[in-house]
């Protein structure tokens, strides 16, 4: 999962680089670096500072950022350094300048919202997170004032009006301005004075809704445990009287507990269900305002779909192929329910993480317990650091920390450091649990890469966050398949903000369409689910994400709703996914994914379908193939969204796949043939 800024991102500049970067042909070194394995199989212990760590520095270096107060500090510097490239960027003539300033413009903004946008979510001191919330509120308001601005829109269009110049820019060049002036038309520039401010005032009030809509879906919900049998009171987590209810407890082998956490952790609440309706409305009426159809129509400009007739098609040819599959499957949970539960066999929405579980161990005769101790969180890291290594000449180190770097004691940062092309930037592994750490896998963007002014390049900064179990004592933690899958999962959308080296910082990395955005990371779990890489059993496609897909295309489309949010639930569920709908239950209000992926959540199903396509034709017969992971950084990595997200899976497959092509390929690794390819090899 990606958080943060995305935009699109420009074709990569490997050779600029800065800090600590070797020369061509020779390796970076730094004595503060160790091997990546120990540092996370090393009991968790503190981690070792570096020998500066007695001069107290920032969160992620950044001076300011020693105390709460910094934020403040920060933001002003963000804002009046933006008002001054205005004011350069409307005085500047037409010409590759303007470009260069409007990225700059961007960069100190998003250095400042990015960092605040994990922080304000991820940091232990609830000081640091509500000084971070302030700060995203005003730098979003100030990007959606420079986003309809006209006088900083005209320097632009001047730009692209000047027929000479464009030309005589690189390809990379001309699709920034392209993609600036797109933010602009979108916001609603061509619109009036008055519809402008509306446009402003609605784009923060959708910034509003959608962090109380996040913070309201993470909610635990209590009851009186008295209500509940007392031998299960165990599993929840008890405040006095009250069980607190955090999750769906989904692979509890107790078929009551998850009946009672998914019964009363979906409970509908009022005011969440008010946020989530007048989040849905205020995004249609920005759309119709700027000139658009549905939010959706809106949304997905500029990505692989184009529009939500594709993705419509996309869903409705998918579910049709699945529909058959998926009644088998659900037939065999219902037979094995009936062994482990006779009086009740009936197959319910709580059930069916658990026994498609228990289905796939049975069916490829794995017990989690036999290979779980042979992967430690360690091992796993140091697979990943070999897989790079051989794929694309990339090593990862443990690098030693100041006091001050990190919110907490067992964050980990990691220097990405290319054979030839020295460093490549920083990951910061925030892998283990919490108190008041959201429960989600995510990489975040704190800062991206760009050409400088002076020639140097600023290396991208990322985070990625877990919600690993800490282990026990004198023993490393041990992962899970899901677990491991995650981690690939997320090292794939690192890797792609690494080696997306653009020159501009708006279009770095993960910052390109989000249905390409997803490509990476999901490849990484074919790479996590080869033999030949970690010895891994194949992990089948979930057909529950079609029903999420086209729940969230509904509820982006045509306004107002025919019905309400939970009575097109229940329709979409019993129809897509086969289910029948839980009385007094209400899911949309736990879907954290309408915030950042609104009308989006079809992406990880197509891009699940190209990388599927990518991994059987460039690296299911040989996953360390050297000549075919540079082609994959050359083609898919290094533009990030500087270049059309179409073009760049034709580049890599030397074809564009129809709606036709993605669907099989999404069937296809559900045939038997090559789940038995994977397993028996």
Known sequence: MLAGCRRALPAALSRALQGRAAGPGRRAVSTSWSPVGAAFDAKQQQQPRSS???????????????????????????????????????????????????????????????????VKIAHPDFAFREAAEEACRNIGTMVEKLNTDVELCQSLRRLLADEVVMNSLDPETRRVAELFMFDFEISGIHLDEEKRKKAVNLNVKILDLCNEFLTGAHLPNKIDKHVLPEHIWSNFSAE?????????????????????????????????????EELLASRNSLAQLVG??????????????????????????????????????????????????????????????????????????????????????????????????Q????????????????????????????????????????????????????????????????????LPVVVLMLSLPHSARGAPTLLSPGMMENLFHEMGHAMHSMLGRT????????????????????????????????NQFARHYKTGQVFYAALDQIYHGKHPLKKSTTEILKETQEKVYGLPYVPNTAWQLRFSHLVGYGAKYYSYLMSRAVASMVWKQCFAQDPFDRAMGERYRREMLAHGGGKEP?????????????????VDALVSDLDQDFETFIMDS
């Open 52 to 118: 500066a760590a007695s001069r107290e520095t920032g969160l992620f270096g950044v001076p300011e950022l020693s105390c709460p107060e910094g934020f403040q500090e920060a933001q002003d510097k963000a804002l009046q350094e933006s008002e001054q490239l205005v004011q350069k960027a409307c005085s500047a003539p037409p010409g590759p300048e303007t470009v260069m300033i409007f990225d700059q413009l961007s960069d100190s903004l998003c250095r400042v919202a990015d960092l605040a946008d994990f």
């Open 646 to 662: 179409i073009l760049m899976v034709q580049g890599m497959l030397q074809k564009s796949p129809s709606v036709e092509d993605l």
């Open 391 to 458: 794929l694309l000449g990339i090593s990862l180190y443990a690098e030693q920390t100041q006091r001050g770097e990190v919110w907490s004691e067992d964050v980990r940062k990691l220097a990405v450091v290319h054979e030839t092309e020295g460093m490549l930037g920083y990951i910061y592994c925030d892998f283990f649990q919490r108190p008041d750490k959201p429960h989600q896998d995510c990489h975040f963007t704190v800062r991206g890469g760009r050409l400088k002014e002076n020639g140097e390049y600023q």
């Open 240 to 276: 006095g009287n009250y069980l607190q209810i955090a999750g769906l407890h989904a692979d509890c082998p107790d078929d009551l507990v998850r009946e009672a956490a998914y019964k009363i952790f979906l409970h509908p609440n009022a005011e969440q269900l008010s946020r989530l």
């Open 503 to 534: 020159r501009y910082q708006h279009v770095t990395g993960t910052r390109c369409a989000t249905d390409f955005a997803e490509v990476p990371s999901i490849l990484m779990e074919y790479f996590a689910n080869d033999y030949r890489v970690v």
């Open 292 to 389: 658009y159809d549905t939010f959706a129509h809106r949304a997905l400009q500029g990505t692989m779909a184009k529009n939500p007739e594709t993705v419509r098609e996309f869903l409705e040819k998918l579910s049709d192929q699945l529909s058959k599959r998926t009644q088998k499957d659900f037939e065999i949970m219902t037979k094995m329910k009936m062994k482990l539960n006779p009086q009740n066999s009936k197959l319910m929405p709580w059930d069916h993480p658990y026994y498609s579980g228990l289905l796939r161990a049975e069916r490829y005769n794995i017990d989690p317990g036999l290979y779980c101790p042979f992967f430690s969180l360690g091992a796993c890291m140091e697979g990943l650091n070999s897989l790079f290594s």
